[in-house]
């Protein structure tokens, strides 16, 4: 696949959206997951501004303009650190150009994030409770929201799970017996009651690493693919999932406990989300093991498996 060095090239997609690149500074500095791509790149116009030229998959793109509209509806609503992709101008997030389809987001400069020990920040377990309250008091009974129920669009991470335990019992059977372990701690109750917890719109990769940092809050909300309707309480685990894999002892520590105070107080998940929400913690650890396993990558999948054990054995006492 060819790089995307050509500026000329470039200015043929980004004329259609009003801009002149003058220079391209590579893809150094972006935040985010470079698997989202097929290829990227900083580009900057005559005026300074800085972009993110993304070159996508054919096979996604109808995806991709759904995501893009999507992100601008959010913006519309005045969801803060929301930057969706450019619209050109025949009002598509997309451009075709020879076969291949190209996105331009605009560049937000962020800081390094200090790893491990942001864990213990209490202001960025404040900053992103702040966020999902907007996300999901605004997004609330919108067309967007309205559409996604019509359109029947909801993801099941208790099937995911099922489906992601019967692949390793046929592709990794070394393993197979040490994930049946951390399965048992969810038959119980989560399996029957995972789809009855109430549905709202999710960002559905919420992270610490899918946030675009600046020195005291949050400059960015990044990596929307998997944005919709789930269960209230989705986000909310996964973000705490993420947190207890960089330490264990976070799980408890200030970071943690300030965003579940604020969304807490908040109202905004239901009493039924609270319940299952080690369980959600535990079933969302699933998707991360599944990357693992795609990567071969033997350190992560044994530091994984540990982590989720630890979730399991403790379920009972986890944020009660």
């Known amino acids: 696949m060819k790089e995307l060095t050509d500026i000329e090239y470039l200015n043929r997609v980004a004329r259609g959206y009003g801009l002149e690149l003058c220079r391209l500074h590579g893809d150094a500095g972006i935040t985010g997951s470079p698997e989202r791509s097929l290829n990227r790149t900083v580009a900057e116009n005559t ?3 800085k972009y993110i030229i993304e070159e996508l998959a054919p096979d996604k793109s109808k995806q991709k303009q759904r ?5 601008h509806a959010l913006k519309d609503l005045t969801i803060p650190h929301v930057h969706p992709p450019l619209k050109n101008r025949e009002g598509s997030v997309l451009t075709e ?8 987001t605009p560049y937000v400069p962020g800081v390094t994030l200090p790893r491990p020990e942001y864990v213990m920040d209490a202001w960025r377990g404040e900053a992103m409770a702040d966020f999902l309250i907007s996300l999901y008091r605004k997004t609330r009974g919108t067309k967007m929201v309205r559409q996604e129920e019509k359109d029947g669009r909801f993801f099941s991470i208790a099937d995911y799970v099922q489906k992601i335990v019967r692949d390793i019992d046929r592709k990794n059977p070394e393993i197979a017996s040490r994930v049946r372990q951390i399965t048992a701690s969810l038959e119980d109750r989560f399996m029957a009651v995972h789809d009855n917890v109430p549905r709202i719109f999710c960002h559905g990769d919420f992270h610490v690493m899918n946030v675009i940092w600046g020195t005291s809050g ?3 909300v990044i990596d ?4 919709g309707l789930r269960p209230d309480v989705y986000d909310v685990a996964n973000m705490i999932g993420c947190i207890g894999i960089e330490d264990p002892n976070a799980l408890g520590g200030p970071l943690v406990t300030r965003f579940l105070e604020k969304l807490t107080q908040s109202g905004l998940i239901s009493k039924r989300g609270w319940e299952t ?3 959600f913690i535990i079933a969302l650890r699933f998707a991360w093991l599944a990357e693992w396993l795609r990567n071969n990558d033997r350190e992560m999948i044994e ?6 054990k630890l979730l399991a054995d403790n379920q009972a006492t986890l944020f009660r």
């Open 224 to 227: 929307w693919e998997f944005c």
């Open 277 to 279: 929400l080690a369980e």
């Open 67 to 71: 995501l893009g509209e999507h992100q």
């Open 97 to 104: 150009r020879d076969g291949r389809f190209f996105q331009i």
């Open 47 to 49: 005026p300074g501004e």
């Open 303 to 308: 530091l994984e498996l540990v982590y989720m």
């Open 218 to 220: 949050i400059s960015g």
